[in-house]
């Protein structure tokens, strides 16, 4: 059985798309501050990924 | 139709960009790899098809939109649908000349190219580099032609969405085009993370520009949150092929022998993914660059899913067709025929 090595910075984009999805639903209910929070979220995580971690 | 053209115009804009720029890339490294005929060089080779279909492409519809912007300003009896119009009309003229110098240098290239194999991917890497600087000036072209402010928004909307459309499409056609070649597998799984870094930071640069343009204040309506939507399916998407896709591959190439390919399973789980990467992505493009602003979020959703339907349905027949050449391979390999080799089979 083979197991997945996932990198974190991976890990972090994949929890920033769902962040993005989720919070873009439910936009219209005024959370543009956690919409804004899953970008920066993605910010970080692609600088990670750059970095190689 | 000015509205499609202009999407029609931007498609084949990003693939000849993202053909050309990975062409570079590849001829790049079979030029600094040792090996007299290096799989590098086979792919930067692979690179044609993408840079001839997008020239003709973007030809194409650059003509249809400005004929049709053309007729639209000529015939229109309201100044202010003139207006409107005709910056894009300057920028289409002005936009004249990349176009006349991407295809002589196509044609140039074409013609310089001969059959023999190892002269000729130099030549490639040439006309790939006059290509790209071809498409470079088309994309920069507004900045000449209208204000900065207007300019660099067009400019990196466009630049962006095109980096990481056409680098997504350019690797779904390598991934499709090679399955049956197992032996390029390993190289197409070296280039695959790259790829998912390139497209990420054409994703932030998109980001960023909307966040810079819009200045704090977000206008919520329904072809936003599905823009939304479809930007964080493509986050996640792209995690799943830098990870798990990445690493199962990479896994299963070290540890089977050298020229055993997946199993079919493996092979249609792989044509879904990256046909609905791909439909994520064309779905971008056309939130982006359409007027959809009449329509309500849930019938924007059905449509964007009867689309995603299209494209999977158009490739689920192109995916057996491959299938079967891959089935014809293992009878070849259990046969003792001759295996593919580096030759390819161009």
């Known amino acids: ?53 | 139709m000015i509205d499609w053209s202009l999407i029609g115009m931007y498609l084949g804009l990003a693939i000849t960009s993202a053909g050309v720029l990975w062409g570079v890339v590849f001829s790049v490294e079979g030029r600094m790899s040792r090996e007299e005929t290096s799989v590098w060089q086979m792919l930067s080779v692979e690179m044609l098809a993408p840079m001839l279909i997008g020239t003709v492409m973007l030809v194409c519809c650059w003509w249809c939109q400005l004929v049709a912007t053309r007729t639209v300003v000529l015939t229109t009896q309201y100044t202010s649908v003139q207006e409107q119009y005709l910056p894009e009309l300057q920028l289409l003229e002005i936009q004249f000349v990349p176009i006349v110098f991407l295809i002589i240098v196509a044609l140039t290239g074409l013609w310089f190219i001969r059959k023999d194999r190892k002269k000729t991917w130099v030549e490639f890497e040439w006309m790939y580099v006059g290509m790209l600087l071809c498409t470079l000036a088309f994309l920069l072209m507004p900045l000449y032609a209208w204000e900065f402010g207007f300019a660099i928004e067009r400019v990196l909307s466009v630049g962006s969405i095109g980096l990481g459309l056409g680098t997504a499409i350019v690797f779904s056609f390598l991934f499709f085009k090679n399955r049956q070649l197992a032996e390029r597998m390993p190289f197409l799984y070296e280039i695959l993370e790259p790829m998912c870094k390139v497209i990420l930071v054409a994703l932030a640069a998109f980001m960023l520009l909307f966040f810079v343009l819009s200045s704090g204040m977000v206008y919520v309506y329904p072809p936003f949150v599905l823009m939304q939507i479809l930007f964080g399916l493509i986050l996640i998407v792209t995690a799943f092929i830098a990870g798990p896709v990445l690493d199962s591959g990479v896994h299963a190439h070290a540890e089977f022998s050298q020229y055993k390919v997946q199993k079919p399973e493996a092979v249609i789980w792989s044509y879904l993914l990256f046909g609905f990467y791909l439909s994520l992505w064309m779905g971008f493009l056309v939130v982006n660059f359409y007027d959809l602003s009449a329509y309500t979020l849930r019938e924007l959703v059905a449509w964007f899913f009867v689309f995603a339907g299209a494209i999977l349905f158009i490739i689920s027949f192109a995916g057996p067709l491959i299938l079967s050449k891959d089935r014809l391979f293992l009878r070849r390999q259990n046969g003792k025929m001759p295996v593919h080799g580096t030759q390819g089979r161009n």
Request: with cysteine.
């Open chain 1, 1 to 53: 059985m083979h197991h997945w090595r996932l990198k974190p910075s991976t890990l972090m984009i994949f929890v920033a798309g769902l962040g993005v999805v989720v919070t873009a639903c439910f936009l219209e209910a005024g959370s543009v501050n956690a919409w804004l929070a899953a970008h920066v979220f993605f910010v970080i995580a692609l600088i990670l990924m750059l970095a190689g971690k």
